[in-house]
């Protein structure tokens, strides 16, 4: 039931990023679409692992296969949605992204002929489930992804502003919480779905801090200066706005490159910042 809830919550607050077309809002909502699937699949296995005499063995077969699949897929595509965060304006991202999926493509097969092996998990003859020594394997292939996205920041702290990678670093420490815990108690009922819920919940909470912010300055953005407006026109308040226009910004990209025109970006905007504080 609560996690019905906050499916309906969660699906709410996707509406709001239907209308931006950027590659790092397309990625949210996939993930969240993608976490809401692993809360199903989730509770479907706990139920098949402490139901199996009521759970037919080749439907049981069907939903750990399918729950083993997903496991590395959400640190994949998180992983996926820091790059698309960081390194948003690099040509040709989306050919790299192709490439960090490729791996999954290699665990897939551990997964399907797990039914051959026996390697991840097995049924006795009564039909109860038995975890096998290779289920190891999938906690170290995600940890591969949890490492990357560490490295990912690391690599790419000097593009983004300190608040965003502060955040974005809180993704995989609740990922390997999550997953130590999981690991710990594999047979308590939505614990993986209660791990899930909690990656959301910070999930939203990123993503509604970043929306309206840019990530390499730190400053609000074009959306949230129309929220605002709106606001402000709606409820009548007098307000004040100044124009700053940057002349000639082009060419300091094409003569110094696009390193010296972000660091000329955010200087401007933490003097304008420095000045909006004094001032008030």
Do not use: C
């Amino acid at each position: 039931f609560v996690s019905l809830v906050f499916l309906i919550i969660l699906i709410l607050y996707t509406y709001d990023y239907r209308s931006s077309n950027s590659l790092k809002n397309k990625l949210y909502t996939f993930n969240l679409w993608f976490v809401f699937a692993q809360i199903i699949l989730s509770i479907l296995s706990i139920l098949g692992i402490q139901y199996y005499a009521q759970t037919p063995l080749l439907l049981n077969h069907v939903i750990q296969i399918l729950y083993f699949l997903s496991v590395p897929l959400l640190p994949t595509f998180v992983f996926l949605y820091v790059v698309s965060v960081i390194w948003e304006r690099v040509p040709k991202l989306d050919t790299y992204m192709k490439l960090i999926v490729l791996p999954n493509i290699l665990y897939f097969i551990y997964v399907l002929t797990n039914p051959l092996t026996n390697l991840i998990y097995s049924f006795n003859d009564t039909g109860a489930f038995i975890l096998g020594e290779g289920v190891l394997f999938i906690y170290l292939f995600s940890n591969i992804y949890i490492v990357s996205i560490i490295a990912s920041i690391f690599i790419g702290r000097k593009r983004i502003h300190k608040d965003i990678k502060r955040v974005l670093l809180v993704f995989p420490v609740i990922m390997i919480a999550a997953q130590v815990f999981q690991f710990i108690l594999p047979h308590v009922i939505l614990t993986g779905a209660a791990a899930t819920i909690g990656l959301l919940i910070v999930y939203l909470f990123f993503q509604n801090n970043i929306i309206y912010m840019d990530p390499l300055t730190g400053i609000k953005n074009r959306k949230a200066f129309t929220r605002d407006m709106n606001v402000h026109v709606n409820s009548q308040n007098s307000i004040e706005v100044i124009l700053i226009s940057m002349d000639d910004f082009k060419d300091v990209n094409d003569q110094h490159g696009h390193l010296i025109g972000d660091a000329t970006l955010k200087y401007i905007s933490e003097a304008l910042i420095k000045v909006t504080v004094d001032a008030e």
